[in-house]
């Protein structure tokens, strides 16, 4: 789906805005240019928002609504193979409302599967240098839209974890083996879709790499299910009981996931610099929306925080010139005018978008 115009009423700084974007080419990117705190990251939580009914700030929801106003309203107008939808979010101190064209009963599943959003922020490092938890969540998102049942058997592990969970607290024994089956037919579910769906990326995120680095790495992307490789979860849940009930949670299976990252035969996270885990999470944000789009035919949506943070002119350019190559149109933010050797196809000032408050 792509986002042919956005406008913004009373969201963070903006009292209220207006973009339109060319369609001709959506891979061709856009840039939103302007001075700290004008607005451009605003601009970009208001399209997630879109997507995912929360901001990617972590901050609290009603914080997007700009000071003394009541709520704050997005809408876009979107384009996908030709049909117009016209999506529309407005979040009160209350709560939040969506709407896709008339239809009102918009829930943020239905948001999520109409218009896939991922982001790079400046702390996208973290999908490298913090815990499993932000790559598990980046590979779901992944899964989520590509097998479409995956979200119904990723909900019932996630019931069935925490009634594991609490039979390992309560350290009965009986109760946990009950659940055993059905965690390990569910466990085993998820696991293969995760896996696949990182086999699937695994080559297209090597040559990314290869080309955003300018050279020849070795780069590596491995799953790791979250309990040892040469069991079956059936197998290591029987050797780990005593294990469970002494921690009182479950500690092994799909919920202690992890995707390990190597370059050059090193952990990422210990031996490549920022602007190189930059460009690793760039080339696996765009593999996977590579997959996505595969899946649902029609382009996601890619927005970049703060675009040349970390990187040098030479970085800069490989980016653009494989962001615009697809599959996914391009939204992103810069301090400074991008040179003419890496520039998105449509650039826009911010203070020229944003209306004053009257
Ligand atoms: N709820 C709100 N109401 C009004 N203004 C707000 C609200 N929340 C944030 N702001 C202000 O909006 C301005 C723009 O913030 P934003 O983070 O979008 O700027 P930015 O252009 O991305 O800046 P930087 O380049 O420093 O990242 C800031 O001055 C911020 O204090
Ligand atoms: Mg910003």
């Known amino acids: 789906m792509l986002i042919q115009s956005l406008a913004l009423t009373d969201f963070r700084c903006h009292a209220s805005l207006h973009l339109a974007l060319?369609?001709?080419?959506?891979?061709?990117?856009?840039?939103?240019?302007?001075?700290?705190?004008s607005g451009k990251t605003s601009i970009l939580e208001a399209i997630y928002l879109l997507s995912r009914g929360v901001s990617?700030?972590?901050?609290?929801?009603?914080?997007?609504?700009?000071?003394?106003?009541?709520?704050?309203?997005?809408?876009?107008a979107t384009q996908q193979n030709g049909q117009s939808t016209r999506l529309?979010?407005?979040?009160?101190?209350?709560?939040?409302?969506?709407?896709?064209?008339?239809?009102?009963?918009?829930?943020?599943?239905?948001?999520?599967?109409?218009?896939?959003?991922?982001?790079?922020?400046?702390?996208?490092?973290?999908?490298?240098?913090?815990?499993?938890?932000?790559?598990?969540?980046?590979?779901?998102?992944?899964?989520?839209?590509?097998?479409?049942?995956?979200?119904?058997?990723?909900?019932?592990?996630q019931r069935l974890l925490r009634q594991r969970n609490a039979a390992c607290r309560r350290g009965d024994q009986a109760q946990l083996r009950a659940w055993n089956p059905a965690f390990i037919e569910l466990g085993e579910r998820v696991d293969a879709a995760r896996q696949r769906h990182l086999e699937a990326l695994a080559?297209?995120?090597?040559?990314?790499?290869?080309?955003?680095?300018?050279?020849?790495?070795?780069?590596?992307?491995?799953?790791?299910?979250?309990?040892?490789r040469q069991l079956s979860l059936a197998e290591a849940l029987a050797q780990s009981e005593q294990r469970e009930l002494e921690a009182g949670y479950s500690v092994i299976g799909p919920h202690r996931a992890d995707v390990r990252l190597q370059l050059d035969g090193r952990q990422v996270r210990h031996q490549a610099s920022r602007g190189q885990q930059k460009a690793l999470v760039l080339a696996l944000l765009l593999a996977q929306l590579e997959l996505?789009?595969?899946?649902?035919?029609?382009s996601p949506i890619l927005l970049i925080d703060d675009?040349?943070?970390?990187?040098?002119?030479?970085?800069?350019?490989?980016?653009?010139?494989?962001?615009?190559?697809g599959p996914a149109q391009w939204i992103s933010t810069w301090l400074d005018a991008p040179e003419s050797s890496a520039r998105p196809a449509q650039m826009f000032h911010v203070e020229h978008l944003s209306h004053p408050a009257p």
């Not at 009541?70 to 809408?75: F, R």
């Not at 080559?203 to 040892?228: C, F, K, M």
């Not at 996505?292 to 029609?298: F, I, N, Q, T, W």
């Open 88 to 157: 529309a979010v407005q979040r009160s101190r209350s709560g939040f409302q969506a709407r896709l064209d008339s239809r009102s009963d918009v829930t943020v599943l239905d948001l999520a599967r109409a218009f896939p959003v991922q982001v790079m922020d400046p702390r996208a490092h973290r999908l490298i240098d913090e815990g499993p938890v932000h790559r598990r969540r980046m590979l779901d998102w992944g899964v989520f839209h590509v097998e479409h049942t995956f979200i119904q058997e990723w909900r019932q592990f």
């Open 292 to 298: 996505v789009a595969e899946s649902l035919g029609h």
């Open 56 to 76: 990617f700030r972590g901050s609290s929801p009603s914080d997007v609504i700009r000071h003394g106003q009541a709520h704050a309203l997005v809408v876009a």
């Open 307 to 325: 675009f040349s943070a970390e990187w040098g002119a030479g970085m800069r350019e490989r980016a653009v010139a494989q962001l615009q190559q």
């Open 22 to 37: 060319q369609l001709d080419a959506p891979a061709g990117g856009v840039a939103l240019i302007g001075d700290n705190a």
């Open 203 to 228: 080559g297209s995120w090597r040559q990314r790499v290869n080309t955003l680095l300018d050279g020849e790495h070795h780069p590596l992307i491995a799953y790791r299910p979250g309990w040892p």
